[in-house]
């Protein structure tokens, strides 16, 4: 039989941070983390607002004729600008929620919280709305999908400023 995998501990450090026993997390540095999240969350705060404000309202705009072919070019092409971006930040989340750093706990945790709040979103709201609009335009469904993302938008609002917050936390304490 296999052993059991051991669970991992938590050890605190003399600063009071504590992280778990996990391979190769002790060599992060956490100051690298905080600020490749800060600047991964700022341009997905951008890309938020540039699609609510510009992209979306634009809609109405395309035409019977074209509607189609934009929708499916659009999803497609919005995904691959986001998939990157939005794979670093969770990451970065991630990590900061397993460095579990004391100074940034309570960051960290709301930051994680904004992130399962924006995929609520996307999942259970955007991404069915763009479902009906790559079959045919329909108005309701973009007025529904105005508010959703401009509710994202707002999320992804607050997450920039939680990033902002770790950021100034990390160079408080490194000053």
């Known amino acids: 039989t296999v052993p059991p995998m051991p669970l991992p501990t938590f050890t605190p450090s003399p600063s009071g941070d504590w992280s778990p026993n ?44 074209s509607w189609d072919a934009y929708e499916h070019a659009h999803v497609d092409r919005i995904g691959k600008v986001l998939f990157g971006p939005r794979l ?23 930051s994680a919280f904004l992130m399962l709040f924006i995929l609520i979103d996307t999942a259970a709201f955007s991404a069915p709305a763009h479902g009906v609009l790559l079959d045919r335009w329909d108005q309701q469904t973009y007025d529904d999908l105005m508010i959703v993302n401009l509710v994202r938008a707002w999320l992804w ?3 920039g400023a939680v990033a902002v917050w770790m950021m100034v936390e990390v160079m408080r304490v490194a000053l």
């Open 157 to 159: 609002t607050a997450k």
């Open 22 to 65: 996990l391979p190769g997390i002790d060599r992060l540095r956490l100051h690298w983390v905080v600020l490749v999240q800060l600047v991964v969350t700022v341009l997905m705060v951008g890309m938020i607002w540039t699609v609510q404000v510009v992209h979306y309202d634009l809609f109405p705009l395309v035409g019977a004729d």
């Open 88 to 110: 670093i930040e969770g990451l970065c989340v991630l990590v900061l929620l397993l460095a579990h750093p004391k100074r940034l706990r309570v960051a960290a945790i709301i």
